[in-house]
């Protein structure tokens, strides 16, 4: 446990794995499966977990429900590439296990202590780690299939920009509502 029970916005943030452009295309689609299946097995499940454990049942209906998306992401991807298997462990995503591991009983003591704030910044961080996918790393990946010509990967990619977009949308609206019933 840590020596502190503060949790900030950045130690959630750090829970978030990125995947990682190379210049081998299959090297980018295993880092995106992994950190889509991260997402999907861990990072969400956990925002849910916490979101129940705080009394907010319809908040950890959505982190299910974007979880269950973030899995169909990497079904799409591998769809495209059927030989792909598991992919390696990134470093990225193990780091962002270790942190999530790391902060999980301090979490569930400030649960107990201040529940608003840990789901506060939950919903923060989903928010950045959704806005991130779908301005910067996927719009990236997206066009590296372009260049390559390779109109389905990109098409897929593509999907999973507008379907990122839309979940930042879904936790800015849940951060909106959750503030407002916070403050009546």
């Known amino acids: 446990m840590l020596n502190n ?10 829970c978030f794995a990125a995947a990682q ?10 880092s995106f499966i992994d950190v889509e299946e991260y997402e999907a097995q861990i990072m969400y499940p956990e925002f849910a977990r916490w979101a129940a454990k705080a009394g907010h049942p319809k908040l950890a209906t959505l982190f299910r429900k974007v979880a269950g998306e973030e899995k169909l992401h990497s079904v799409w991807l591998r769809d495209l ?6 992919p390696e462990r990134g470093e990225d995503t193990q780091r962002a296990i270790d942190a999530l591991q790391t902060i999980r009983e301090n979490c569930d003591e ?8 840990v789901i506060e910044k939950a919903l923060t961080v989903a928010i950045r780690v959704e806005e991130r996918e779908y301005l910067d790393i996927y719009p990236r990946f997206r066009d590296q299939a372009k260049a390559a010509n390779d109109d389905k990967t990109s098409d897929v990619y593509q999907r999973v920009v507008d379907s990122e977009r839309q979940h930042a949308e879904w936790f800015h609206t849940a951060l909106t509502d959750f503030k407002q019933a916070a403050a009546a």
């Open 81 to 86: 590439y059927e030989d792909i298997g598991v």
């Open 21 to 30: 452009q190379s210049e081998d295309r299959g090297e980018t689609a295993a």
């Open 110 to 117: 400030l649960i107990k202590t201040n529940p608003q704030a």
């Open 5 to 14: 029970t503060e949790i900030t916005e950045e130690m959630i943030f750090q």
